[in-house]
């Protein structure tokens, strides 16, 4: 059944809420809805305290290492972990405490999907895909979703589709769709990018962007036949944000668990 997941969003070290597409390079281009002045731990705790599994941490960039470690400190085996995630370093994020790793850009070298670096990487993880998360971050091309890497900025060669999903699933246990042109905007869903993920999707998937409420919880709940689960960010009142509080959020999946 459709839950609500939370997360963790760090960037240069801080705990954020950022539009999606102004994730550049340039930090004057970077439009940013929110700064927490809470460590990633306190999130971490919340979290845990309030049993909400699945949640992510995403490292935007670099200088997030230590913050994102003191998030698995304190609910270790509780959270999910990405950003720069490799074949290098994804057993490192497990024994540290992330009860899955998150990976994209890795698999798609200057853009283009690399069965090889996907075999790499499991095999980093004894070839375990219960503790791999595929993300497929995608930005629309009219009437099709393409995905996004290098903090959403570069579209691959991979369109998100029927075809794609089956061709992943073997490999890992469930995936994280960030609609990038709906992210951080409050602005709804991607009701129709929503509705295909329940059609093509056979194991847990994620979608997160532009959700604002309750009310948006409901309609991924009814536009999925709860398949999706929903993250929401920017709206939530521990965000800085006033379509939701946090604690509705947690009521909402106590009742519909």
């Given at each position: ?177 960030h609609a990038a042109d709906n992210e951080g905007l409050q602005k709804g869903i991607d009701e129709k990018l929503v509705e295909r993920l329940a059609e ?24 999925s036949g709860g398949k999706v689960d929903l993250t929401i960010g920017s709206a939530l009142d521990v965000f800085g944000g006033s379509g939701v509080t ?12």
């Amino acid at each position: 059944m459709t839950k609500f997941r939370p997360c963790i969003d760090l960037h240069s070290g801080q705990v954020k809420q950022i539009v999606g597409g102004t994730l550049t390079t340039a930090s004057a281009d970077l439009k940013t809805n929110y700064v927490s002045k809470l460590p990633a731990s306190y999130f971490a705790k919340l979290y845990k305290d309030n049993g909400l599994a699945g949640a992510h941490v995403i490292m935007l960039g670099p200088g997030n290492e230590d913050a994102a470690s003191e998030a698995l400190s304190e609910w270790n085996g509780g959270l999910q972990v990405g950003g720069g995630i490799n074949d290098k370093n994804a057993k490192q994020w497990i024994d540290w405490g992330a009860e899955k790793v998150i990976i994209t850009s890795y698999l798609f070298p200057e853009g283009k999907f690399s069965k090889e670096n996907l075999d790499l990487v499991l095999a980093a993880l004894d070839g375990d895909k219960e503790k791999l998360v595929i993300d497929l971050s995608c930005r629309r091309r009219e009437e099709t979703w393409f995905v996004a890497m290098n903090k959403w900025q570069t579209i691959t060669d991979m369109e998100v589709n029927e075809n794609s999903i089956k061709m992943l699933e073997p490999y890992c246990s469930e995936f994280l769709i960030h609609a990038a042109d709906n992210e951080g905007l409050q602005k709804g869903i991607d009701e129709k990018l929503v509705e295909r993920l329940a059609e093509w999707c056979n194991i847990p998937v994620t979608y997160a962007g532009g959700g604002r409420n309750l009310q948006d919880l409901d309609h991924v709940k009814t536009l999925s036949g709860g398949k999706v689960d929903l993250t929401i960010g920017s709206a939530l009142d521990v965000f800085g944000g006033s379509g939701v509080t946090f604690e509705e959020c947690v009521n909402w999946n106590k009742s519909h668990a």
